[in-house]
């Protein structure tokens, strides 16, 4: 079905992910997992902190958003308490990923594991959230 939008489909510009503490997410989202810093705007108590992929910069940001709304806490602890991510990562290669992330301290609550064509695995983010990390892979 057409709706007359074929030359502006949407897309993705930004995303949140919620954050327990600003300062805490940026050095973890920058210096272990590798995103670069796209904004870092004071807005009061808080920032407006957005980061991307080194490998697209000018692609989707992900914003590191204070969990302070009252909601955000009961729902992440229901999904961590039934293991599931928050949100999901691409990379090239996820035992090559598992290992970078584990000698720097990354806690896994899921090994690399075989997922129909994909390999995933499941790493604490240390801001309140699961993070699941994924490539595709044909199984060994």
């Not at 490998?55 to 992440?76: F, K, N």
């Not at 999901?88 to 970078?100: A, I, L, N, P, T």
Request: glycine share 6%; with cysteine; hydrophobic share 35%.
């Amino acid at each position: 079905m057409s709706y007359g939008r074929q030359e502006r489909a949407m897309k993705i510009t930004i995303t949140s992910i919620f954050v327990d503490d600003q300062q805490s997410a940026l050095a973890f989202y920058t210096d272990v997992l590798g995103f670069k810093v796209r904004h870092n705007v004071p807005m009061g108590e808080h920032a407006w902190i957005t980061v991307v992929s080194p490998s697209a910069p000018d692609g989707p940001e992900l914003l590191l958003e204070p969990a302070s709304h009252p909601a955000v806490q009961p729902y992440r602890n229901a999904l961590n308490k039934d293991g599931i991510p928050l949100a999901q990562f691409g990379v090239d290669d996820v035992k090559d990923e598992y290992e970078r992330l584990t000698a720097q301290g990354v806690t896994f609550t899921q090994p690399p594991t075989q997922f129909e064509d994909h390999l995933i695995a499941v790493f604490d983010d240390t801001c309140g959230n699961l993070i699941m990390i994924q490539s595709e892979s044909s199984t060994d």
